[in-house]
Structure formats: C-alpha cells, structure tokens
C-alpha cells in the first residue's frame, strides 16, 4: 500500500476544502491533508511537516497565496505548488507562475485539480530522479578523480561526431599542461613521441571512421625530454 499523499492546504473556506478533499478522493487518492488559514500556520506546517503538495487558495482574510508562494520558494523550492482560488487575474497568474507556482485552477472549474495534481506529482517525481542521477554522478566522479590522483593515471573522453573532448584533471598533470588550455587532439600529438606519431594519427584517423575499435600504446615526451 503506498503512503497518503501529504497535502499543505490554504483555505480559509471548509465549505470549499472538504469540496477539494472530497474530489481527490473521488479520484482514489489518498490524502493526509493539513488545512491552514493564516501565515503564522502555514510557515510553521512548512518547516516543520513533509509535503507531497500545496494547495493555495489566493485571497484569505489575513494572508494570500503570493506570499506564501514567496515562503515556499524559499523553504521548500521544489514543492510542487497549485493555487485553486475563486478570482486570479491574468497578471497576478503569469507573476506566480514566473515565481515558480506549478499551475493554477480556479474553483469554477475544479475538474482541472486532478489532472493538474497528476501532472505536479509527476514532474516532481522527475525531478527528483533526476537530482539523485546528477548527485550519484558527482560522487563517482569523485571517486574516478581520487582513484586517479593515487594511481597517476589520467584519461578523456572525444566526442567523435562534435570533436568535442574533455580531459580529467590529472590528464593535464600527465601531460604536463595547465588546466586552463583547451583539451585538444593537437595538444596530445605535442607530446607524442615522433617514432609513435604516426601510428597515433592511424588511431585517430580509424576512431573518427569508426572502422574499428581503438585500443594502442605510445610513448610520451615531456617538455624537459
């Protein structure tokens, strides 16, 4: 069974919130919803509670949904944030969306909550994925650059179809280049020895192609010989 989804809601109105609830669950959501009214309220729920999703109602009598957009971008920038108000102005709608809203429904047409709520899930559900992949490839290329340093070894990588190429940092220590200069073939054949040149520039030559596999030796010389 999967957990309820934990629903910040502000609304000032129950009429309009047991409407909300009673839609999600129509929709066989399962919902654990924390209803505020007030600023005071909802700042504390979104320090101290986990949340799933926010709901925000646009006019209350002592708050409004711009400043507690401006609250959650602050605490909590990737919550997902839907305002569902009785009157939002095209301005104030292309302000709190340019702010970071996910979307917008007016309580005349509630039908577009579902869809909206499915859509926000989703995108911060992709988010999310994505910030684990990204933080997964920083902690490996961590561990390449250590492992690189102790071993002395270096390497890069050449984008046969852009020409583009990158150089691990301590690639430029092999070779004796500052990490400010451009990663480039040439710069490789500079350090060459001139009897494994040309079988080099044959390597090159066979990757760019793709004929074949590349997989040879060469010798290096530095600047002091």
């Known amino acids: 069974m999967t957990s309820p989804l934990r629903i910040l809601l502000l609304e ?56 507690a ?5 602050a605490e909590r ?19 709190a969306l340019k702010i970071g809203a996910t979307d917008y429904v007016l309580k005349q047409r509630l039908s577009r909550l579902i869809p909206s709520v499915q859509r926000a899930l989703s995108e911060a559900q992709g988010r999310a994925a994505r910030k684990q992949a ?19 070894t270096g390497s890069f990588h050449w984008n046969v179809a852009t020409g583009e190429t990158f150089w691990s940092e301590e690639t430029y220590r092999v070779l004796g280049y500052e990490p400010t200069i451009g ?9 060459v020895h001139p009897d494994d040149a040309a079988r080099v520039r044959e390597a090159f030559v066979a990757a760019s192609k793709g004929r074949q596999p590349v997989d040879f030796e060469c010798r290096m010389v530095m600047p002091d010989g």
């Open 69 to 73: 957009l401006h609250l959650a971008q």
């Open 77 to 95: 920038p990737d919550l997902p944030f839907i305002f569902v108000s009785g009157t939002l102005g095209e301005e104030l709608a292309i302000e």
């Open 183 to 191: 990663p480039t073939r040439d710069l490789v054949m500079q350090r």
């Open 134 to 152: 990204e933080e997964a490839l920083r902690r490996s290329e961590a561990h390449l650059a250590q492992a690189q340093r102790l071993s002395r």
């Open 12 to 67: 000032d109105d129950s009429g309009d919130a047991e409407l909300i609830q009673e839609l999600l669950a129509a929709e066989h959501f399962r919902c654990d919803i924390i209803r505020v009214q007030t600023r005071s309220e909802f700042a504390a729920a979104l320090k101290g509670g986990s949340f799933d999703l926010i709901l925000a109602d646009n006019s209350l009598p002592s708050f409004d949904g711009l400043s």
